[in-house]
């Protein structure tokens, strides 16, 4: 209960956070030690928007991304470690990342080209360019040096030419006019059909959300057994951050919508707006949830502050002492109680 003089709430809400980061900080440093590196990432990152000024974490974070095979964030947070303490051991930690970053790059060139050469003959030209990216990027490619050697010094052997059909009759009426162009085209066909197979690819709407759910890592993300739904709330508050933070509990998914860190609008258990919220707050202590950096296109059925309907969602001291009970019990029993069990039990304590 907020009274006016109370003078302790801060110093409270501090002791919470220092506790919450050392049992976080624990939990990850015993993940990457066992290399459970996609465990870590969510207290890493819960731990950031707790200490968004520790280098170590960012450091912990870029090692966990690495392992991982995301080379680019994991660049990303390495460089922020920097930023924050410029120490000898994250500039070698750097360096090992852009190292394994250059030579993920180099065996995936050395896929491409190995496919080339083996697809066709008439891919020479294409296999060559890749050859010499790869020797650009490493000179002392052995591998890479003896393909393009072989592939300089030896012929291009010219492909069959089959029985042109019926629709070739406009080609050859073209080859004698512009013979020059049709010659060039004839030649790089397969490399200008692939160039527009990526393009249309990479291009698309569902190629680009794939990748970026991919690289992507959620800011927030926890459980309700050691973070409640207000707590969980009041985090992407005070972060101002704009998205939807999903919950998935025993009841069912839950969504609740923010614009740069003010609930707009709540989705939960066949409830919309705020009545949906002041019972996702009063009723939902099980599950888990994360946030999700996506466009906010929901309509605005929320317009309090959130301060204040978590206040007036509050319950009793003697309602919060009994939930904080049977959430106890139920992990130490390790099995969920039915909602019949839990009213009695809130009964009982009530009289």
Known sequence: TLVPGRDDIAEARHDVEQQLRVSL??????????????????????????????????AA???????????????????LALAKDPREDYQRLRT???????????????SSAKRLLESNEWMRDEAA??????????????????????????????PPVPAPPAPRQVIDAAREVVPDVVRWFDRHLAAVIALVALLV????????????????????????????????LRLVNASALSGAL????????????????????????????????????????????????????????????????????????????AAAKRNLARREQGRKKSRMSELLETKSDKS
Not at 28 to 57: K, Q
Request: charge should be negative.
């Open 201 to 232: 690819v990479f291009r698309s709407p569902v190629a680009r959300a794939l990748a970026k759910r991919v690289h992507d890592t959620s800011p927030l993300s926890g459980d309700l057994a050691t973070i409640d739904v207000a707590e969980a």
């Open 129 to 158: 360019d890749v050859l010499q990216a790869i020797l650009a990027q490493d000179p002392s490619n052995e591998w890479a040096r003896e393909q393009f050697r072989a592939l300089s010094g030896t012929p291009a052997p010219t």
């Open 96 to 110: 090992e990342i852009s190292n394994q970053h250059e030579a993920r790059r180099i065996a995936d060139l050395e």
């Open 246 to 321: 999903v919950f998935r509990t025993p009841e069912g998914p839950a969504r609740v919508y923010f614009d740069t860190g003010d609930p707009i609008h709540c989705n939960a258990f066949g409830r919309e707006g705020l009545d949906a919220l002041v019972y996702l707050v009063k009723n939902i202590d099980e599950g888990t949830f994360e946030m999700k950096n996506a466009g906010v296109t929901a309509a605005r059925t929320i317009d309090q502050p959130l301060d204040l309907i978590l206040a007036e969602s509050t319950t009793t001291v003697a309602e919060r002492g």
């Open 25 to 58: 900080a624990r939990q990850a440093d015993s993940l990457i030690s066992v290399s459970e590196f996609e465990s870590a990432l969510p207290r890493l990152s819960l731990l950031l928007t707790i200490d968004p000024d520790n280098a170590r974490f960012y």
């Open 61 to 79: 974070k870029a090692r966990c991304l690495a392992a991982l095979g995301q080379s680019d964030a994991a660049l990303s947070n390495v460089d």
